[in-house]
């Protein structure tokens, strides 16, 4: 079956502009996550949607940084006022949300901030 | 609160030696642990993980590690390098208790020469 999917692939954008990135689960799964990773940086945690509960934000780096959820299925992360700083690959998981289930990994969305 | 740490960001070995990746981990409760691989341009994809059974945790690949309690360790290794492992390493752990986010580790580079 189809995997974790996210779009766009590659976003380069200016300064103080938002952006949108999107994540398609994979179907069935409740639980979604959003990671960070900068160049030569292991991933950083940002947010998690578990079903119906309230999503753990407490990753998020700051208040630029949201993200919501439709039910079990699309999410969207958006960056508000885009900082060089915030140039990384985003990357997107979902699992059964069972403890220690498998996360499986979406190929990412790599930001560039000029 | 839960992190790791990954000693060595590139590691180098000669096909068919043995390959040692080392992670140490901090938690303040019993921990779920995880090594995912990201192979060049592809997304990262889970190895093994340790979740409170047996302790010799055998993942994909031919790749096992051992979580010592004493040792607050979680290393990985291979008895034989070969050069399809190439790719960088990343040891995980699981957050709070009734939360599935992860938080990585920096990286180990994995190098295989011929």
């Known amino acids: 079956g189809a995997g974790v999917s996210q779009s766009p692939s590659n976003k380069v954008t200016e300064k103080g502009k938002d952006v949108e990135l999107r994540c398609d689960p994979i179907s069935g799964h409740t639980a979604l996550y959003w990671y960070r990773q900068r160049l030569g940086q292991g991933l950083e945690f940002l947010i998690y949607f578990q079903g119906n509960s309230a999503p753990d934000k407490s990753g998020l780096p700051s208040d630029r940084f949201s993200a919501e959820r439709t039910g079990e299925s699309v999410s969207t992360l958006t960056i508000q006022r885009t900082q060089q700083e915030d140039s990384a690959v985003y990357l997107c998981?979902?699992?059964?949300?069972?403890?220690?289930?498998?996360?499986?990994f979406g190929p990412g969305t790599r930001l560039t901030v000029l | 609160a839960q992190s790791v740490t990954q000693l060595g960001s590139h590691v180098s070995v000669s096909e068919g030696a043995l390959v040692l990746l080392r992670c140490n981990y901090s938690s303040s409760v019993p921990p779920y642990l995880f090594w995912y691989v990201q192979y060049p341009n592809q997304g990262l994809q889970l190895l093994l993980k340790y979740t409170s059974a047996a302790t010799l945790v055998k993942g994909i690949n031919g790749f096992e590690a051992e979580f010592k309690k004493s040792e607050t360790s979680f290393h990985l290794t291979k008895p034989s390098a070969h050069m399809s492992d190439a790719a960088e390493y990343f040891c995980a752990v699981r957050g709070r208790p009734g939360a599935n986010n992860l938080f990585f580790g920096t990286g180990t580079r994995l190098t295989v020469i011929p």
């Open positions: 998981a979902s699992s059964i949300g069972l403890a220690g289930g498998e996360q499986f």
